[in-house]
């Protein structure tokens, strides 16, 4: 099945620095999200974008399907920001659905 | 508009008790997924369907059976719970098959003893 590799695995910042998470997966595929799971467990719908880029807010990312990766930018970090950001690659299944394939996560400290 | 709903939140069960996790959207959605994640990974998918009255497997379907009667609801049933399926359980919906987002629940903890 398809790879999905994100780095890096750990990072702390202090708050107000600028961050790049990247994703690289290992085969075509027909959508790719981001999310920010917080400290409840609670995962959030960050970025919808199996290409080109798109902002909200102090957070952007930017996808390369030809390249087969995608990056995300956090700007000036606040502590809010902690958790772990799941990159997650969509292939079609057989039977019809949209199956998400997970990479492990970049787990994200922000310090004050 | 409550989005993707779950309950229970918590449940703990003894080896071999059964229990179903229920899954409901209002979002009208014609897919819906059951997912788990296990600690440090991501989530891998269990079953899912595409549409009212019907299911098909994921990557992790033994030992968990699914159903969908209804459009807006999908249950996830553990026949006789093993210690290997302690997780946390997510389910998500998604409007369509391409083009759109699959949106997740709150999840739920569950500890099999």
């Known amino acids: 099945g398809i790879q999905v590799e994100q780095s890096p695995p750990d990072l702390i910042l202090q708050e107000g620095a600028n961050s790049t998470l990247r994703c690289n997966f290992s085969?075509?595929?027909?959508?790719l999200q981001w999310f920010h799971q917080n400290p409840w467990g609670q995962l959030i719908n960050l970025f919808y974008i199996p290409s080109g880029t798109k902002q909200n807010g102090r957070l952007s990312a930017t996808t390369v399907a030809t390249e087969r990766y995608s990056l995300l930018y956090i700007s000036s970090s606040q502590t809010t920001d902690s958790g772990v950001y799941f990159c997650a690659v969509g292939t079609i299944l057989t039977g019809g659905g949209n199956k998400l394939t997970f990479g492990t996560g970049t787990q994200l400290k922000v310090e004050l | 508009n409550a989005g993707v709903t779950q309950t229970p939140k918590f449940r703990v069960l003894k080896t071999g008790q059964s229990m179903t996790l229920l899954c409901a959207q209002d979002m009208n959605h014609e897919y819906m997924y059951w997912y788990r994640q296990d600690p440090g990974m991501g989530l891998r998918l269990i079953h899912y369907s595409v549409g009212e009255g019907t299911t098909a497997k994921g990557e992790v379907p033994d030992g968990y059976n699914v159903s969908r009667l209804k459009k807006q609801n999908f249950l996830l049933g553990l026949e006789s719970a093993a210690p290997s399926q302690t997780s946390v359980y997510f389910c998500?919906?998604?409007?369509?098959?391409?083009?759109?987002?699959?949106?997740f629940g709150p999840g739920t903890r569950l500890t099999v003893t």
């Open positions: 085969d075509s595929v027909n959508n």
């Open positions: 998500a919906s998604s409007r369509d098959l391409l083009g759109y987002e699959q949106y």
